[in-house]
C-alpha cells in the first residue's frame, strides 16, 4: 500500500528565511504527489502538484517542491517566507488504484518576526 | 462559483445519537470523498465514491455510513457505532480526469 511520511511534524522559521518541508513516499510504478495547505478551521487547498515531466514543480504562493524517483521523496521549498504563510501542509499521494488521495500526518508550518 | 459547500460549520450532537454532515459539489465531479482528520493524524479515508449509487469504504469506514443519490451530493452520516466521533470532518471531490481532489471548508463535529 502506498504511504508517506513527513518528516517533520513543527517547523519554526523566522519571517524572511528559507524553508524546506519534507516528504518521503512508497515507491511505486507511477507516482502522482500533491502539497496541500490548510489554514485554522478551514479546508485544503492545493499548492502544487507533480503528474509528469519536470521533476522541479512551481505553484502557488512562491512555493516549488522537487520530485527525486531516486530518494522517493517530495520535498516542498520556498525561498523566502512571510508570516501569511503560516499554517499546516499535507504532503499526498493518489494510491495505486487511483481511486483516493493518501496524506501525510501535517507538518505545521510557524513563521514569526 | 463552483465549490463544495459542506454544512454545518459545526455541530454538537449527545452521545448515541446518529447525524448527518452534509457535503454538496457543483463543480460537475465524478468522485466524491470523506475524510476525517484529528490533530496530529492527517487525513484518513472513511469513504468515497467514483460514481452514483456507488460507494467504497476507506480506512476507518466502521460506526460510519453514506449515500450517493445524486452526482453532487455524498452525506456522511456518523452513528452511534462510532467510538470517537469528536473530529473535523472534510469532504471533496475531483473529475475521474483530473488527479488532485478539491475540499470543502469542513465541518467540525463535537460529541458530548
Known amino acids: 500500500a502506498q504511504s508517506v511520511t513527513q518528516l517533520d511534524s513543527q517547523v519554526p522559521v523566522f519571517e524572511e528565511a528559507p524553508v524546506e518541508l519534507r516528504c518521503n513516499y512508497s515507491?511505486?510504478?507511477?507516482?502522482?504527489l500533491f502539497w496541500y495547505v490548510q489554514y485554522p478551521n478551514q479546508g485544503l487547498q492545493l499548492l502544487l502538484k507533480?503528474?509528469?515531466?519536470?521533476?522541479l514543480v512551481k505553484g502557488i504562493n512562491g512555493f516549488e517542491a522537487e520530485f527525486n524517483k531516486s530518494q522517493t521523496s517530495f520535498h516542498l521549498r520556498k525561498p523566502s517566507v512571510h508570516i501569511s504563510d503560516t499554517a499546516e501542509y499535507f504532503c499526498?499521494?493518489?494510491?495505486?488504484?487511483?481511486?483516493?488521495?493518501?496524506f501525510g500526518k501535517g507538518t505545521t508550518l510557524s513563521v514569526s518576526s | 462559483d463552483g465549490g463544495i459547500t459542506q454544512s454545518p460549520k459545526y455541530l454538537f450532537r449527545k452521545e448515541g445519537q446518529n447525524v448527518t454532515l452534509s457535503c454538496e459539489q457543483n463543480?460537475?465531479?465524478?468522485?466524491m470523498y470523506w475524510y476525517r482528520q484529528d490533530p496530529g493524524q492527517g487525513l484518513r479515508l472513511i469513504y468515497y465514491?467514483?460514481?452514483?449509487?456507488?460507494?467504497q469504504k476507506g480506512d476507518i469506514a466502521e460506526g460510519y455510513s453514506v449515500s450517493r443519490e445524486k452526482k453532487e451530493s455524498f452525506p456522511l452520516t456518523v452513528t452511534s457505532a462510532q467510538k470517537n466521533p469528536t473530529a473535523f470532518y472534510l469532504c471533496?471531490?475531483?473529475?475521474?480526469?483530473?488527479?488532485?481532489?478539491?475540499f470543502g471548508q469542513g465541518t467540525r463535529l463535537t460529541v458530548v
Open positions: 471533496a471531490s475531483s473529475s475521474v480526469a483530473n488527479t488532485e481532489a478539491f
Open positions: 515507491s511505486s510504478v507511477s507516482v502522482y
Open positions: 507533480y503528474l509528469s515531466g519536470s521533476t
Open positions: 499526498a499521494v493518489r494510491n495505486q488504484a487511483g481511486t483516493a488521495l493518501i
Open positions: 463543480l460537475n465531479h465524478d468522485a
Open positions: 465514491s467514483q460514481i452514483v449509487n456507488d460507494f
